[in-house]
């Protein structure tokens, strides 16, 4: 393959990439947070398809192949996303235990009014005067 297609391929891949991002963000599907990480990774590869040559000098000058620099970039890339998508899900997961917490209070205390409403309506009180008399002011 010639220099010329592979700027045009992996340019063109970025491009690509970053206009499925943009549609998938503007439905709503992808959040702004994620948006611009994979924005960022779209314009990397533009920058790398336009400057390949980069690629060639720093494989010469660690003396590997230029393959093998291309392939610790993206796995580079890949551990970046998946220990950003860690500390999202642990987040998450941190959200949902306070929130099953909070709904477990919420419930316990629905039950005891509900329980202490049945005591009150069988002291021959009907709900309604239940409900005014706890609406009234207190003299205070």
């Given at each position: 393959?010639?220099?010329?297609?592979?700027?045009l391929l992996v340019s063109g891949a970025g491009l690509c990439l970053a206009v499925m991002v943009l549609v998938i963000a503007r439905r709503g599907i992808l959040s702004m947070r994620y948006t611009l990480g994979w924005l960022f990774v779209a314009i990397c590869l533009v920058v790398a398809g336009l400057f390949g040559g980069v690629v060639d000098n720093i494989a010469e000058a660690i003396d590997v192949e230029p393959v093998a620099v291309v392939f610790t970039a993206i796995m580079l890339g890949f551990l970046g996303i998946a220990v950003q998508l860690s500390i999202s899900v642990s987040?998450?997961?941190e959200t949902v235990r306070t929130l099953a917490e909070a709904n477990?209070?919420?419930e316990q205390r629905v039950a005891s009014l509900e329980t202490s409403g049945r005591s009150?309506?069988?002291d021959g009180r009907t709900a309604k005067?239940?409900?005014?008399?706890?609406?009234?002011?207190?003299a205070d």
């Open positions: 393959m010639s220099p010329a297609s592979q700027i987040g998450l997961t477990a209070i919420l009150t309506a069988n005067t239940v409900e005014a008399s706890e609406r009234r002011p207190t």
